[in-house]
Structures are given as structure tokens and as C-alpha cells.
């Protein structure tokens, strides 16, 4: 069902589960859609505004949106789970036998990043430039994302950047893995407050890409982190485990 | 609103008070009213007569592996001097009637309301970090019993990498406080190995390598419990700084 030339998908296909690139057949669907115990939460694009977004959330998502009008950069939307059809193939080709058959705990699976409530953890939104390879994301860390008292997490910090890198390196090279992460914090992140990850691919040898990523005010006047990561492209015919 | 940068104040060293930002009243030894002993530090944190819920404790959703490990490393406590750490819902919690230093405050940092640590964001049982941290003063080392639920997905049935990165910070912050006063992470280093499935018992390994120019250099390996998968391997550096009383 998928050739190993298949294995380059684009983040589109990816992340639009319901919806674009290749839909499963009905009954698949259906299958899938009963896997799910909270279905209207695992299908609802949650890289679109809601009530919990603050002011500079959504003015960089309105100044953004209008810059996708000539085509130049794309909002990539971000669903509460991975599409059923990406973890089968998976699954089938990477995973041993032995971790494939805890079926309830796949079942109640959601992506980390978007397994909180509205505003309590991670509300983030992606645009890509195809032309310059970068990747930018909105991310507004919420209430329980807190490290040192009215700060946000190192781990969030972390957890952002590896979402957002990962996203550029899966639209440059397909299914791939964090191999390392580097980060420096130069200043704590107040929480509640918007900051924009800016990812870009420096260069790809081979099956090895290199991207950097710095987090800044949406001013872009502060500097809050840096960091450096090694993501790898999976080879279909090795298994992970 | 912050406005020093950890840089400057790490490169100043421990008696140099940052540009811009009034003098950190630094304690020093224990003849300074407000010095804090580690064992000072681990009485305070650790809060012993309190109603607050501790999450650090079995519940139905630990896996067999980490129930045992739970109860060897709680036999420690009584032979080895290891100390099992609890885990309130908020930081702010652990360090009652302290607060960071004047320059290192967020309009936020005592605001009231309902605010969670990350590693304890996600309420329901078993489906977010499930975790207890045993720390050994004596050895400077600590170790973490972690098994990530459902909603810690990255690749399909596996932890995500940020997940993983989070529970080795939080790790290392709480290694770093309790043993010296380290409290802000400077940087960070992971190098993942092997994915982690969900609902594993993953053990983190925590040492201090070293602590100079007032950092602290911290080691971690996650691993399975028979040491024969590691998953990832990383290294952190904090900033020592005192909190102070409120």
C-alpha cells in the first residue's frame, strides 16, 4: 500500500487527516473514526483561533494569513492526532510486533502538543515559506505549562521547538527523527505571553538535516532561546526497535 | 518585566550584581541569616504537613515495572539514605514563603489562580507524565521512574521527544535546586537514541558532573529498566541563584 517512494510525504498530507492529499476508503474511515473515543476533538484544526487566544496571538495569525494570499508562505493546520492512515503505515513498517499491540493505549493517543484544553497549555500556530525553507510558529504557552512561578517550563520551551523543527524537517525530508537538540535559554519566558519559534533548514546531507531555530519576542526585540537540531529521514526497510 | 538576560548575570559570577537590575543580595555560608543547607532546602521543599495532593505516588495506571521499582527505591529511603520527593500541582507550592529574586520575576509569578508545573499539566491518571523523583544527596544523583501516557504522543505510539526533553529538565531542576540552589536551566542538550513506547516505564539517571562560576553541570541517561535500551541521553547547565524570602 506504500511504496518506499511514498515515504516522502508532505506535511500536508500529513496533517490534514480528514481532508486533502489521500483519503482512505469509507469503511476504513469508519474504522477509524470508532478508535476514537472524542472524535469532534480529534478532528477540529486547532491551529485556528479560539476564545483563549490573546490579542497578539491573533494578530500575527491575521498578519500571516494575508501574507498566504499570494502563495508565498502556507498556514499549516494541526489536528489532535496523527491521521489513522499515517500510523497504520507506521506502525507496519517501523515498529516491532511487541510494541504494536497495545491497541487502547494508540486509541487514546493525542499528539502532546495539542492534548491540553483550550488555553491551558500549548496554543500555537504554524505558517510555512516553501521558498526561503523556514518555518515560523505563534505560540502563546498557557497556565499549566509553568517552570519557575509566572514562567514558562524549560521542558515547553523545548517541546515547542521540537514540534516546530520537526514540522520543517518532515516538509523537507519526509518521515524523519529528533536525533539532537540543543538549546540555550538566555531569558525565561513570561507565561501567557506570545513568543515566535523561527525554524530554518540549513542544510541536508543525505538522509541527515540540519535545522536551527531561534524564539523571540513577536517584536522580535528579545531573544529568549536559541537551538540547533539533527533530524534523520527513516529508512522503510529498518525498524526503529 | 525581566530584564536580565542569564548570560550576563552567569558570566558576572557569584558576587556581581547584574547590569541594570539591583544588587542579588547573595547569602554566603552558614553564618548568613538567610543561608539554606541542602538539608535546609529538602525539609522546605518537601513540605510534610500539608493537605496538598501528592502526585508522585502510585496510582492504577502505574505498569507492574514501575510499582516494583517504586518500592525498591522506597526501601532506600529507609537504607541508603535516598529521599523520595514529592509532587504538588505547582511549583509555587514547594517553596512556600520564598520567591525568585528581585530582577526574575514575570507580572505572573504571584498572580493567584490556577497554574500548573508542566510535568503536571495533564490531571487525568495515567494519561500525561506519570512520575516519582528519588533523589541520593550523599551521591549527588537523583533518579526519575517515568512512564508517559497517551497524551504524550509524538511518533504513533511513541513518547514525544519534547516529552521526554521536559521530564529531564524538570529532573535536573529539581536535582539542581535541592542540591544547589541551581534554578534556572542555561541549556540544554539531548540526543535521542531509541523511541520510547507510551505507557513504558522509562528510568531516568540524574548525576552532577561538576558545579563552577556558579553552574551546575548535570548528566541524565533514560533507559528501559534492564539498562539493555537507552532512549536518550542528555546534559543540562543551571544557574545557581538564591530564591529569597517573601
Known amino acids: ?241 | 518585566m525581566l530584564r536580565t538576560a542569564f548570560c550576563a548575570v552567569a558570566r558576572r559570577g557569584p558576587h556581581k550584581a547584574p547590569p541594570g537590575a539591583p544588587h542579588l543580595r547573595r547569602r554566603l555560608g552558614p553564618i548568613s541569616a538567610f543561608a539554606s543547607s541542602v538539608d535546609s532546602r529538602i525539609t522546605r521543599f518537601c513540605v510534610e504537613k500539608t493537605d496538598l495532593k501528592d502526585y508522585a505516588l502510585p496510582n492504577a495506571s502505574w505498569c507492574p515495572d514501575m510499582l516494583s521499582l517504586y518500592h525498591e527505591y522506597l526501601e532506600k529511603t529507609k537504607t541508603e539514605n535516598w529521599v523520595k520527593l514529592p509532587s504538588f500541582k505547582s511549583n509555587r507550592d514547594h517553596i512556600q514563603g520564598l520567591k525568585l529574586p528581585i530582577g526574575f520575576e514575570s507580572p505572573l509569578s504571584s498572580a493567584q489562580g490556577e497554574y500548573r508545573i508542566h510535568t503536571r499539566g495533564i490531571q487525568m491518571e495515567g494519561q500525561g507524565y506519570e512520575y516519582v523523583i528519588f533523589l541520593q544527596p550523599s551521591k549527588k544523583k537523583s533518579v526519575c521512574l517515568f512512564q508517559p501516557g497517551p497524551f504524550l504522543e509524538g511518533a504513533p505510539g511513541c513518547a514525544h521527544g519534547g516529552s521526554l526533553a521536559a521530564m529531564m529538565d524538570e529532573t535536573f531542576s529539581k536535582t539542581a535546586y535541592l542540591l544547589g540552589e541551581g534554578l534556572f536551566t542555561l541549556s540544554f542538550n539531548i540526543r535521542f537514541k531509541n523511541l520510547a513506547p507510551l505507557g513504558s516505564l522509562i528510568m531516568l539517571n540524574v548525576d552532577i558532573e561538576k558545579i563552577e562560576d556558579q553552574k551546575m553541570y548535570l548528566s541524565c541517561i533514560a533507559q528501559s529498566r534492564d539498562q539493555q535500551t537507552v532512549y536518550a541521553k542528555s546534559s543540562g547547565v543551571f544557574l545557581q541563584l538564591q530564591l529569597e524570602e517573601e
Open chain 1, 1 to 241: 500500500m506504500f511504496p518506499a517512494c511514498a515515504v516522502r510525504l508532505r506535511a500536508l498530507h500529513i496533517l490534514r487527516a480528514p481532508r486533502g492529499g489521500v483519503l482512505p476508503p469509507a469503511g476504513e474511515r469508519r474504522a477509524a473514526q470508532k478508535l476514537f473515543s472524542s472524535e469532534k476533538v480529534i478532528h477540529k484544526d486547532r491551529s485556528l483561533p479560539n476564545s483563549s487566544w490573546n490579542s497578539d496571538l491573533k494578530l500575527m495569525f491575521d498578519q500571516f494569513m494575508k501574507k498566504c494570499e499570494d502563495g508565498s508562505w502556507e498556514h499549516l493546520p494541526s489536528y489532535g492526532s496523527r491521521s489513522s492512515q499515517i500510523v497504520q503505515y507506521f506502525k507496519e513498517v517501523f515498529l516491532e510486533t511487541k510494541l504494536r499491540k497495545d491497541e487502547q493505549m494508540l486509541s487514546q493517543a493525542r499528539l502532546f502538543t495539542r492534548s491540553y484544553e483550550d488555553g491551558l497549555g500549548f496554543e500555537y500556530v504554524m505558517f510555512h515559506n516553501e521558498q526561503e525553507k523556514r518555518t515560523v510558529c505563534f505560540c502563546q504557552g498557557g497556565p499549566y505549562l509553568q517552570g519557575p512561578p509566572g514562567f514558562l517550563h524549560g521542558g515547553s520551551i523545548a517541546t515547542i521547538i521540537d514540534e516546530t523543527a520537526s514540522m520543517t524537517a518532515i516538509i523537507a525530508g519526509g518521515i524523519v527523527m529528533t536525533v539532537n537538540l540543543n538549546i540555550n535559554y538566555k531569558r525565561p519566558i513570561p507565561l501567557c505571553s506570545v513568543v515566535v519559534i523561527n525554524c530554518q533548514v540549513d542544510k541536508i546531507e543525505g538522509r541527515k538535516l540540519f535545522i536551527s531555530c531561534d524564539v523571540r519576542s513577536i517584536d522580535e526585540k528579545t531573544l529568549y532561546s536559541d537551538a540547533t537540531s539533527l533530524f534523520i529521514k527513516l529508512d522503510p526497510n529498518k525498524s526503529l526497535t
